[in-house]
C-alpha cells in the first residue's frame, strides 16, 4: 500500500471490473459504494455488481455477433465480471444469462478477498481535492448530490433517458400444458440445452387483444421534470413498442420464428412470448423483452391473459427508472478523463455505452488507464478495430459527426458492427470458391471483423504485457 490509491465511485459491473483491472496492476483500490446507506430506486440489495434489469449478457457467438466478440475480448483481457458470468452461466440458447444472486456474490467475494482493494460504504458527492486518480462508475442512477456537483463541473446538464424493467414469474405458476421448452431455431448456448427458453403462444385473436390491453392500460405517470425525458430505443417499455404499430411486438420481442410448439405442432403461433431462466435453480424466469411502465395492477390482469401464465405468481413486477449519461464525446477526453477536471475519469453507462458487459468493458479500459497512469505508464489504447476499441471511439467522438466543434448527436449505444472501422477487403467468395451473396456475405462479414477484432486485440495485450514488463 506504498502507493496512493485509486479512488472508484460505483460498486456496479463498471466500477467493480475497473477496481479489479488496477488491482491486478499492483495498485490499491478504495472501492465506494452507497448502498446500502443510501438506496436507488432500481436497486433490491447491496450486493456489488447487482443486476437491475435483465440479467442475459446477451449473445454469447463470437464469430459473428458483436456482443459476443466484446465477451471473448473481456475474457481475454482477465475480466472478472465475465469470470463471475461464466461461473454462475443458466440456460438462455445462444446467449449468455447468470443467476443474478450467485453473480453478484461472485463478484462481491472477489473483490472483499483482494489484498489491494478496500471497500467503503457511503456516498461521495465531488471527491476532496487530495483525490488525485478517480474513476466515476455511477452508472444510470448516479446519486443526484454527485450529479449535482458534475453539472457544477461541465457547466451543461447530463442527458437523460428512461430504463425499464422486466417481471420475473415463478417457474412453477406456469402452466407447462400450454407453453413448452425451446430455443428459437433450437440454437443451444454456454450451459445450454437448445431448449432453455419457455414459450407461450398466442393466437391472431388473443394477440390483437393483448396489444389492445397494452395500448390502454394505466401507465405510471412521470414528475414534472421528467415529461419530456426520452426512452432509450434499446429498451423500450412493451406498450411503447405496442403503441408504435399493431405489428411491431411480433416482429420483435414476440416473433414466432423458429419455435414450433409441441403441444399442437400443426399449428404455427401468431405469436410468442419467451421467458427465460433467471436464476441457478431454475425457480424464476424473467418476461424477455417485457421491460414495462404499466401500473402494478395492470401487470397483473394484462400479463395474465397470456396463455401458459393465467396463473402466473410474480417474484418481481416490472418498473421504470430515470437513467443519466454524459455528454461524452465534448466532455470526456480520448483517456475518459473530464476535461475540465482531469483527476476524474468516468467509465461505465453514465459515459453514454449501453448493456451490462459494454458497461463493465469500459470500466475494464477506466480501470487500466488509472493504473497506468498511477504506475507512472502511458497505456496504448485498443484498436478501434476491436469491440473495445469502437466502444471507446463512440463514447469519445470518434464516430459521431460534430457542428463547431460538438456532437451532432450522441445517444447510449450498444457495441455493434456499426461501430467498427469497414475492412480493407471484404469477403467475396466462400472457403468452397462460391460467391458470396445476401445472407451468406453478410455472415462471412461478421466473421472477419470478429477474427480481425480477435487479432488485432492479442498483438495490443502483448504489446501492453511488454511495457509493463520493462
Not at 446500502?36 to 447491496?46: I, S
Not at 388473443?206 to 405510471?220: C, H, P, R, T
Request: negative net charge; aromatic residues 6%; glycine residues 10%.
Amino acid at each position: 500500500m506504498s502507493k496512493t490509491p485509486i479512488h472508484v465511485i460505483g460498486g456496479g459491473l463498471a466500477g467493480s471490473e475497473a477496481a479489479w483491472q488496477a488491482a491486478e496492476r499492483g495498485v490499491p483500490v478504495i472501492l465506494h459504494e452507497m448502498r446500502p446507506v443510501r438506496t436507488t430506486a432500481a436497486h433490491k440489495t447491496a450486493g456489488l455488481a447487482e443486476l437491475v434489469c435483465s440479467n442475459s449478457f446477451r449473445s454469447d457467438d463470437r464469430e459473428q455477433n458483436a456482443v459476443g466478440l466484446l465477451h471473448e475480448e473481456m475474457r481475454r483481457l482477465g475480466s472478472l465480471v465475465m469470470a463471475a458470468g461464466d461461473q454462475n452461466q443458466v440456460p438462455a440458447g445462444g446467449a449468455l444469462a447468470v443467476d443474478r444472486d450467485g453473480f453478484s456474490n461472485a463478484v462481491s467475494a472477489a473483490l472483499e478477498a483482494h489484498p489491494l482493494i478496500t471497500i467503503e460504504r457511503g456516498e461521495i458527492a465531488l471527491p476532496p481535492d487530495d483525490w488525485d486518480n478517480v474513476i466515476v462508475a455511477t452508472g444510470p442512477l448516479t446519486s443526484p448530490d454527485l450529479a449535482a456537483a458534475i453539472r457544477t463541473l461541465t457547466g451543461e446538464d447530463a442527458l437523460a433517458f428512461f430504463d425499464a424493467i422486466a417481471p420475473i414469474v415463478h417457474r412453477d405458476s406456469i402452466d407447462m400444458n400450454v407453453a413448452w421448452f425451446q430455443s428459437r431455431y433450437d440454437k443451444a448456448g454456454p450451459g445450454g440445452t437448445g431448449a432453455d427458453y419457455i414459450n407461450c403462444p398466442l393466437t391472431r385473436e388473443q394477440y390483437e387483444s393483448f396489444v389492445a390491453a397494452l395500448v390502454a392500460g394505466d401507465k405510471a405517470t412521470f414528475h414534472e421534470w421528467e415529461a419530456a425525458t426520452p426512452y432509450f430505443d434499446g429498451c423500450l417499455p412493451i406498450e411503447v413498442m405496442a403503441e408504435r404499430g399493431p405489428e411491431t411486438l411480433r416482429h420483435g420481442p414476440m416473433k414466432p420464428f423458429g419455435l414450433t410448439n409441441p403441444h399442437d405442432p400443426q399449428t404455427k403461433a401468431y405469436a410468442v412470448v419467451q421467458l427465460r431462466q433467471d436464476n441457478k435453480l431454475g425457480t424464476l424466469f424473467n418476461m424477455v423483452g417485457f421491460q414495462t411502465k404499466l401500473k402494478h395492477g395492470e401487470q397483473l390482469r394484462i400479463f395474465r391473459t397470456i396463455p401458459g401464465l393465467e396463473g402466473a405468481e410474480f417474484a418481481r413486477l416490472g418498473g421504470l427508472h430515470r437513467n443519466t449519461f454524459l455528454n461524452s464525446p465534448k466532455l470526456l477526453d480520448q483517456q475518459l478523463r473530464l476535461k475540465a477536471m482531469p483527476r476524474l475519469r468516468f467509465a461505465g453507462q453514465i459515459t453514454g455505452c449501453e448493456g451490462y458487459v459494454e458497461s463493465a468493458a469500459v470500466g475494464l479500459i477506466a480501470g487500466r488507464l488509472a493504473a497506468a497512469e498511477r504506475n507512472g505508464e502511458v497505456m496504448v489504447l485498443p484498436p478501434p478495430t476491436t469491440a473495445h476499441g469502437a466502444l471507446l471511439a463512440h463514447i469519445t467522438g470518434g464516430h459521431v459527426e460534430t457542428i463547431d466543434n460538438g456532437p451532432r448527436s450522441f445517444q447510449p449505444m450498444n457495441v455493434n458492427f456499426g461501430l467498427f472501422p469497414p475492412l480493407a477487403r471484404e469477403p467475396k467468395t466462400a472457403p468452397d470458391g462460391k460467391k458470396l451473396r445476401g445472407p451468406d456475405k453478410a455472415m462471412a462479414k461478421k466473421r472477419a471483423l470478429c477474427l480481425r477484432a480477435l487479432a488485432d486485440l492479442d498483438r495490443w495485450k502483448a504489446g501492453e504485457a511488454a511495457i509493463a514488463a520493462e
